[in-house]
């Protein structure tokens, strides 16, 4: 079965630090979503990912997706208190896309 | 707002009562999927729908029961609760039908403890 790997676990970083959060598929990668999860609240969609090589911002958040289709980083640049939470990686089965699994996250905190 | 909401929001219930989960949309979409969060687990899908009255296992299905009889409504039951599935419960909708991606959108979530 598919899983997804995601690193580090936790992160503790210094207001306007740079950080990276990466997510390791055991295959290939179909469709990869990143969300982000707020202490106590439900998901909220940032970015997706489909092309090898493909590469998406917003804001100061740059997901990238590798060639091989197997690995994606999400990267903040300058990060801010409000870019804390919990960030989780999701990817489309290639047997099966009407199912969606999700990595086990990134819990960030970034402190002043 | 995407119009999805889950009720209870909290609950706590003892070993071996029935328990039911609601996610309700206001959006007509035809994917919904319940998934739970565990520390260490990250989100894992327990059962999902692809239509009214089509529903199919995800991961984590054991314990867990579905219903779907209307577009908007789609119900998880836990028919005998056991301390394992204290955890928080997320509803979600795909607009996957009308986007072509599988872009979830969440509920608040129900926490739900089992003593």
């Known amino acids: 079965s598919q899983e997804l790997e995601q690193s580090p676990q936790s992160l503790i970083v210094q207001e306007g630090k740079n950080l990276t959060i990466n997510c390791t598929s055991s295959?290939?990668?179909?469709?990869l979503y990143w969300y982000k999860q707020k202490y106590g609240e439900g998901l909220i969609f940032l970015m997706m990912l489909q092309k090898g090589g493909e590469e998406k911002s917003h804001e100061k958040i740059t997901a990238k997706l590798d060639e091989k289709k197997q690995q994606s980083s999400l990267h903040i640049t300058a990060s801010q208190p409000s870019h804390a939470g919990i960030y989780l990686c999701?990817?489309?089965?290639?047997?099966?896309?009407?199912?969606?699994?999700f990595g086990t996250g990134t819990r960030l905190q970034v402190f002043p | 707002d995407a119009g999805i909401t889950q009720s209870p929001r909290h609950k706590v219930t003892e070993t071996g009562t029935p328990v039911t989960l609601r996610c309700h949309q206001t959006e007509n979409h035809r994917y919904m999927y319940w998934y739970r969060q565990d520390p260490g687990h990250g989100l894992r899908l327990i059962h999902y729908?692809?239509?009214?009255?089509?529903?199919d296992k995800g991961e984590v299905s054991d314990g867990y029961s579905v219903s779907r009889s209307k577009t908007e409504d789609f119900l998880l039951t836990l028919e005998s609760a056991t301390s394992s599935q204290t955890s928080v419960y997320f509803c979600a909708i795909s607009e996957r039908e009308r986007s072509g991606a599988n872009v979830l959108t969440f509920g608040a979530g129900s926490r739900l403890t089992v003593l």
């Open positions: 729908s692809y239509g009214v009255k089509d529903t």
């Open positions: 999701g990817a489309d089965l290639p047997y099966n896309t009407d199912k969606l699994i």
């Open positions: 295959k290939t990668l179909y469709g």
